[in-house]
Structure formats: structure tokens, C-alpha cells
């Protein structure tokens, strides 16, 4: 072999462990640029976990002052207001008509089922007295001026993500012999005596 011969095999073998070098930095910019991605994918996807959190607890903050009133005989004539009213007064809670920003009846998607009322507070406090109120005396239809004897229920006004959690705590509830679940104040929580 002559001198030549063997410059130009070093020439080779050094210009094939380049392009073998240079195929591995392609190939590690490659899987960084993929990591990136993932990365960012990641830290994108907790960003709007996180946003759509955040945007559900100021949600559930704008229905603070709301109460729904679940299984009010519905009238022809009714005077929503008056109906308030006297169950405020069976609750043992004084309320005036500064206190109540609005009243209305919610339409439902059962025809069957009776509408529920949806009372929006001026504020916060007279509905949370309702509300501890409603834990100690069970409220009917008979109980406020109706000739039926059926139950009413008092309950916070949630987001449909809040009440969809709510259901699913429920049901664990159930599941696990639980004693209580409730909402309050923003957050769900769940209870076992033992």
C-alpha cells in the first residue's frame, strides 16, 4: 500500500465517521425537538387544567348569592316572592324584599318534573342562613301554605362541572356507605363518622 493509498483510506474513514457523527447529532436534535414538543404538549395541558379550574371556581363564585328550590308546587297565580317569603318565615329567617335580586322558575327537559325556582340574593349572608336553617327543619309544601304533603329542598346553585362532581362524589358516597357529601362554599366534601 502506498502512501497515497493509505491517505486516501484515512480521507475515507474519517469522512464516513463524519457523516456517521452527523447523523447522530440529526437524529438527537430530532428526538429534542420531539421532547420539546412533549414538553410544551405537557406544560400547555396543565395550563389549561389549570385555567379551566380557575375559571370554574370564579363561575361558582358569581352563584354564590343563588339558591335552588327543588319541588315547589307550581301554580297558575303564584307569587314567587310570596312563596320565598313564607318559607323564609317556617325557616325562622327574616327577609325583606331588598333581599331577594331575583326570582324565576327554571324550565327543565322532563315535562314531568316540577320546575325548580332559582332565588338570587342580594347577598351572600341570607342565603347561607337559609341554608344551615334548612339542616334542621324539613320543609314540605304543607308547611308553607299547600294542601300536598311533599318535600322541598333547599340547595346551592352549582356549575354544571360542580354538579357533575357532586353527582359522581354521591355515588361514591353510596358505593363506600359514606354518611355525607355536600357542597359548600366552593368546594365538595365527603364525610364517614368512623
Not at 414538553?39 to 370564579?58: E, F, G, K, P
Not at 325548580?116 to 334548612?134: C, G, H, Y
Request: charged share 25%; glycine share 2%; aromatic share 6%.
Amino acid at each position: 500500500m502506498t502512501l497515497g493509498d493509505l491517505h486516501n483510506l484515512l480521507k475515507r474513514e474519517i469522512q464516513s465517521s463524519t457523516d456517521e457523527i452527523q447523523r447522530s447529532i440529526m437524529e438527537m436534535k430530532d428526538e429534542l425537538r420531539k421532547l420539546g414538543t412533549e414538553v410544551s404538549h405537557a406544560q400547555v395541558s396543565s395550563q389549561l387544567a389549570t385555567i379551566d379550574r380557575d375559571l370554574n371556581y370564579i363561575q361558582q363564585e358569581q352563584l354564590s348569592n343563588n339558591m335552588l328550590l327543588s319541588n315547589v308546587i307550581k301554580t297558575t297565580d303564584e307569587d314567587l316572592c310570596a312563596i320565598m317569603c313564607k318559607i323564609s318565615e317556617t325557616l325562622g329567617v327574616e327577609l325583606f324584599d331588598r333581599d331577594i335580586f331575583a326570582i324565576t322558575r327554571l324550565s327543565t327537559r322532563n315535562a314531568k318534573q316540577i320546575e325548580p325556582i332559582l332565588v338570587q340574593f342580594s347577598n351572600r349572608v341570607v342565603k347561607e342562613k337559609l341554608m344551615t336553617a334548612a339542616k334542621n327543619i324539613t320543609l314540605s309544601c304543607r308547611s308553607i301554605g299547600f294542601s300536598i304533603d311533599q318535600r322541598i329542598y333547599l340547595n346551592h346553585h352549582l356549575t354544571p362541572k360542580n354538579q357533575t362532581l357532586l353527582q359522581v362524589v354521591r355515588a361514591y358516597k353510596r358505593e363506600h356507605s359514606y354518611k355525607f357529601a355536600w357542597f359548600n362554599r366552593g368546594y365538595i366534601y365527603i364525610k364517614n363518622l368512623n
